[in-house]
């Protein structure tokens, strides 16, 4: 988990993927948590990327470096919208967020954490190295 920590520290936008009815759906995200050892990150409960979640767990993200190495991370999703704890330690990582969100009892404000994560760096010129 550490050197996936460290590709996106210098790599902080990566694209997440998730199926819609069989078409499959990318879209930004920038933050990312490590909290109570597992791999958070937050979107909001009206947007479309939940109820595609919800629907089916499996996801993927991927970032690019400028020296075109990568990073492919799948898991399944598990929603933590109780985790008080998770919810506040958001705004500590990010505290722009507050702005967003208001307060952890924001309804609208949901966290998750991917299970059975695994990870792969890979390049364009170098073999794939498979972290977890």
Same mark, same amino acid.
């Given at each position: 988990?550490?050197?996936?920590?460290?590709?996106?520290?210098?790599?902080?936008?990566?694209?997440?993927?998730?199926?819609?009815?069989?078409?499959?759906?990318?879209?930004?995200?920038?933050?990312?948590? @490590?909290?109570?050892?597992?791999?958070?990150?937050?979107?909001?409960?009206?947007?479309?990327?939940?109820?595609?979640?919800?629907?089916?767990?499996?996801?993927?993200?991927?970032?690019?470096?400028?020296?075109?190495?990568?990073?492919?991370?799948?898991?399944?999703?598990? +929603?933590?919208?109780?985790?008080?704890?998770?919810?506040?330690? @958001?705004?500590?990582?990010?505290?722009?967020?507050?702005?967003?969100?208001?307060?952890?009892?924001?309804?609208?404000?949901? @966290? +998750?954490?991917?299970?059975?994560?695994?990870?792969?760096?890979?390049?364009?010129?170098?073999?794939?190295?498979?972290?977890?």
């Amino acid at each position: 988990m550490e050197e996936l920590l460290k590709f996106l520290e210098k790599n902080p936008v990566f694209y997440l993927a998730t199926d819609d009815e069989g078409q499959p759906r990318v879209r930004p995200f920038g933050f990312h948590m @490590v909290f109570d050892g597992k791999f958070y990150m937050v979107t909001a409960l009206p947007k479309k990327v939940c109820k595609q979640m919800e629907k089916n767990p499996r996801v993927e993200f991927c970032t690019m470096a400028p020296d075109t190495k990568f990073v492919r991370v799948n898991g399944e999703v598990v +929603f933590d919208n109780d985790n008080m704890l998770a919810k506040e330690n @958001v705004f500590k990582v990010m505290p722009d967020l507050l702005k967003m969100y208001g307060s952890a009892e924001n309804p609208a404000m949901s @966290v +998750f954490y991917l299970k059975d994560m695994h990870a792969t760096i890979a390049s364009l010129t170098e073999p794939e190295t498979v972290l977890f």
